[in-house]
């Protein structure tokens, strides 16, 4: 297969894809981390739309609370 090449080219080629490969890594790490800090944000958004003990309705509680207010009152003939 590299009949044609020396070996210096040999272990140059090598030595440069074996640094691809540890930077691939290092990146993957990187992707894995914000992955990571990513779904956290998604975990803590999630949890302050979920506290109600603390004075703080949630979205669906408020939602609920203003088609609750919106609904128009029958009238009644006397």
Not at 16 to 26: D, F, R, T
Not at 48 to 74: F, I
């Amino acid at each position: 297969m590299f009949k044609n090449c020396c070996k210096e080219n040999l272990r140059i080629v090598a030595l440069e894809l074996g640094e691809i490969v540890v930077e691939k890594k290092a990146e993957e790490a990187r992707l894995r981390e914000k992955e990571l800090e990513l779904a956290r944000l998604h975990v803590r958004v999630n949890s302050d739309n979920e506290r109600t003990g603390q004075g703080c309705n949630s979205l669906d509680a408020l939602v609920k609370s203003v088609r609750t207010l919106t609904v128009k009152v029958p009238n009644r003939p006397e």
